[in-house]
């Protein structure tokens, strides 16, 4: 499994009965996760200090019950990367912290190649992996079809004193973006992409990741340059192994670059039981 074990301001605290118990800072939330089918420990007193807990709705949805008043939004890092923090109304926070794994990566990847890299960010979300690419000196294109995520993301760079490194920012639907980048022949040395498992476009297009995402990788291959560095596919749809990450950019990338692939798991430690939370999958093509 592909952990951190790196974060300061972040831990995940305890998990049982399909919760999680996690600290943010100096704020510590109580949030539904899947994968918890285990039990709640006995020992339950760090559970009482949860200061805002997500309870799901039986009709879809959710909300937060607050214990105590938190600011609206507030500020953590990760080594010298910072990230505004906010309780969503679907349970989310704005980061993933499981993902830290991924930005050191591509830090080291990017810092290591003794050339300027052009980066990619797809489905981009509030930019945890634009601000690491940033910070490893990249240019970055970070691209979301959500306006305010966008916006979010562009915050985060400037929290982490980045705002002056050659980032790009659009708020558009992916797959088009990358059809017109096809069209002006622009380059990416790197690309990184993080699809949902089911979508739609702004013209009712619909987007099914196990019909969609291999056309989709191989329409991304037609922008990398010729000597691309990395291509990272990250994955939240339940169902879908590793493996087929793995399969679907040794049939693309590896097949017209070489290189190397790796798959697996990306998790969290679990402070408390020492057990370790999957969170996701991802593949991973390095030249």
Not at 63 to 82: F, V
Not at 143 to 172: C, F, M
Not at 214 to 220: D, I
Request: aromatic share 12%.
């Amino acid at each position: 499994m592909f952990a951190t074990e790196n974060w300061k301001d972040y831990e995940l605290i305890d998990t049982g009965d399909g919760e999680k118990l996690e600290r943010w800072g100096s704020i510590i939330l109580r949030r539904p996760d899947p994968q918890i089918i285990w039990p709640l420990p006995k020992q339950l007193s760090a559970w009482h200090k949860a200061d805002a807990h997500y309870h799901r709705s039986s009709s879809g949805g959710g909300q937060w019950e607050y214990k105590k008043q938190i600011p609206e939004r507030w500020t953590i890092g990760y080594g010298e990367l910072k990230f505004h923090i906010k309780p969503t109304s679907f349970k989310h926070t704005g980061l993933f912290p499981e993902q830290a794994v991924n930005w050191d990566w591509m830090i080291e990847k990017i810092q290591g190649a003794g050339r300027p890299i052009r980066v990619l960010n797809l489905f981009a979300y509030t930019g945890g992996a634009t601000v690491a690419c940033a910070y490893a000196g990249a240019e970055v294109c970070h691209v979301d079809a959500s306006k305010g995520v966008v916006q979010w993301a562009k915050e985060n760079v400037q929290l982490s004193g980045l705002g002056e490194r050659p980032v790009r920012y659009i708020t558009d639907d992916v797959f088009k973006f990358v059809q017109r980048e096809q069209r002006r022949g622009s380059k990416y040395d790197a690309i990184i992409m993080d699809p949902p498992s089911y979508g739609r476009g702004p013209n009712g297009e619909t987007w099914k990741l196990e019909t969609n995402l291999y056309p989709f990788v191989e329409t991304c291959m037609s922008i990398m340059s010729d000597k691309p560095l990395f291509m990272l596919i990250n994955s939240y749809t339940t169902g879908i192994s590793a493996s087929v990450l793995k399969n679907v950019l040794a049939l693309s990338m590896g097949s017209k670059f070489g290189g190397s692939i790796s798959c697996g798991e990306i998790g969290l430690p679990i402070t408390d039981s020492k057990l370790m939370l999957p969170c996701g999958i991802l593949g991973r093509w390095e030249a």
